[in-house]
Antibody, heavy 115, light 106 residues
Framework: EVQLVESGGGLVQPGRSLKLSCLASGFTFSNYGMNWIRQAPGKGLEWVASISSSSSYIYYADTVKGRFTISRDNAKNTLYLQMTSLRSEDTALYYC????????WGQGASVTVSS | EIVLTQSPTTMAASPGEKVTLNCLASSSVSYMNWYQQKSGASPKLWIYGTSNLASGVPNRFSGSGSGTSYSLTISSMEAEDVATYYCLQLSSYPWTFGGGTKLELK
């Protein structure tokens, strides 16, 4: 069974940093591109970043470019999202999702940016 | 950036009623994906490549469209279809979602 489990969320002050993790199981992680998508409270979905299977290709939404870094460790079956210079508008539930089609999603990690 | 506009924003349908959800792109896209999100749950891939049903999706659902206009149709509404549906374009970066259509039961 494909499983994606996000962790690392929490309450953080504006301007600080936070790193999310997404542990994958049930499939060969190193064969798939991965994505981060977020959903602000009561709002719709927003694509955040994507990374190819070998980390050769990385893309970001303009709203996070220069502040967020997506990465992966295929030996640990883990996807990461390093978030810096956090703003109140980054408050959201952050999902990881598998491959371009986003055919599997985790349960989400909640990030709240507030003083 | 390609903007996706979904309509209606909210709608209510009676059991057995035919339902059509629309997604209009600001520029032509190659295909469209659709996701279903029930309240309090993670999104699920529902339709991919415009018209292909994801695993486990009932065949009362269908997808169609091309260019800038896409739609998701439910041939006969059921209570379990209550959810918010999002379209997603993957033709060019940044990938963009539509604002969603909330489907309720009348």
């Amino acid at each position: 069974e494909v499983q994606l489990v996000e962790s690392g969320g929490g309450l953080v002050q504006p301007g600080r940093s936070l790193k999310l993790s997404c542990l994958a199981s049930g499939f060969t992680f190193s064969n798939y591109g991965m994505n981060w998508i977020r959903q602000a409270p009561g709002k719709g979905l927003e694509w955040v970043a994507s990374i190819s299977s070998s980390s050769s290709y990385i893309y970001y939404a303009d709203t996070v470019k220069g502040r967020f870094t997506i990465s992966r460790d295929n030996a640990k079956n883990t996807l990461y999202l390093q978030m810096t210079s956090l703003r109140s508008e980054d408050t959201a539930l952050y999902y990881c999702a598998r491959r371009t089609s986003m055919d599997a999603w985790g349960q989400g990690a909640s990030v709240t940016v507030s003083s | 950036e390609i903007v996706l506009t979904q309509s209606p924003t909210t709608m209510a349908a009676s059991p057995g009623e035919k339902v059509t959800l629309n997604c209009l792109a600001s520029s032509s896209v190659s295909y469209m994906n659709w996701y279903q999100q029930k309240s309090g749950a993670s999104p699920k891939l529902w339709i991919y490549g415009t018209s292909n049903l994801a695993s486990g999706v009932p065949n009362r659902f269908s997808g169609s469209g091309s260019g800038t206009s896409y739609s998701l149709t439910i041939s006969s509404m059921e209570a379990e279809d209550v959810a918010t549906y999002y379209c997603l374009q993957l033709s060019s970066y940044p990938w963009t979602f539509g604002g969603g259509t909330k489907l309720e039961l009348k």
